[in-house]
């Protein structure tokens, strides 16, 4: 339920990073009305294409991957391609005194659909505009999904084994950043607002929001790190050692020491106490013997079950 005081979210949004982003505010208990296209003629489906992906959980157009992202949203349709659809929208912003209005349609399509900030300003002038793409607004015809972008700004070179091929993130990591700095920089504006009076624009990129992740990697870039450092490193730490997947009688544990102190703790137990040797007592000496200390560290665990192994 909401009243007059609570927030009012318009969004033209697909596939998942914008959708993400606005469910934020859903939990907050804010009003997030969704628009989705009008029945085209000719294709079956109705609505987002996205309702139709995965398994139907809650009627035929409300599959699993729609209704991730999506519950607790209202929805309309509106053909904004039409003069009266680029009207009504100006008449819902208007009548419901919408704060934020978002989009994740390309830059490039934002005039003619009539969804660009100045237009919707006009309307409002404190709304609250944001956007979502590929390569923000300074690229407007750059089109982008997750697993590209993870291409583009180095995730895939630096996730998989060691000596194996580039690999995407598990998670859609891009998307889902995205959609985060979207909750952060909308929540930052409605602060301002209340202090200013103002509304804003907010340019949100898929790229921009990947690189921001990679604040580990461009000092070492910075600091001329030799490239062996700056590459895909598997279940394993660049620096820290032993930090890493091993097996047991039934799965695997994930060991992770970052300090001597730790290590120390660790051979203080006899399951381990054979490898409290000279050599493994710093950082700097486990690392000069890695590749050794892995293998002894497997031996070891593959003897046990997991959860023996991680009483430890």
Sequence with gaps: MTDSSTPVILSLEQALSLPYGTLRFVHLGWRVIRIEPTPVPGRVSRGDPNRYIGRPVAGEDRHSYFVAPNVGKEAITLNLKE????????????TLGVDVFCTNTMPARHHELGIDYETLRSVKDDLIWCSISAMGVDYPDVPGYDPVTQALCGFMDLTGERDGPPMQCGPPITDLKSGDEVFAQVLLALWERD??????????????SAVSWLHTFTPLLDMGSPP?????????????????????????????????????????????AHLDLEVYRSNEGRRSVQEDLHAQIAATTCRYDSATVSAV
Aim: hydrophobic share 40%.
């Design 83 to 94: 003069p009266s659809g680029r009207e009504a929208l100006l008449r819902l912003i208007a």
């Design 195 to 208: 202090r200013t009076g103002k509304g804003r624009m907010i340019d949100i990129s898929l790229a921009h």
């Design 228 to 272: 062996e450092e700056i590459r895909r490193n598997g279940n394993r730490h660049r620096q820290f050692i032993p930090v890493n997947a091993y097996p047991t009688s039934d799965g695997y544990v994930y060991m992770a020491i970052g300090s001597d102190s730790q290590w120390a703790r660790l051979v203080a137990q006899p399951m381990f």
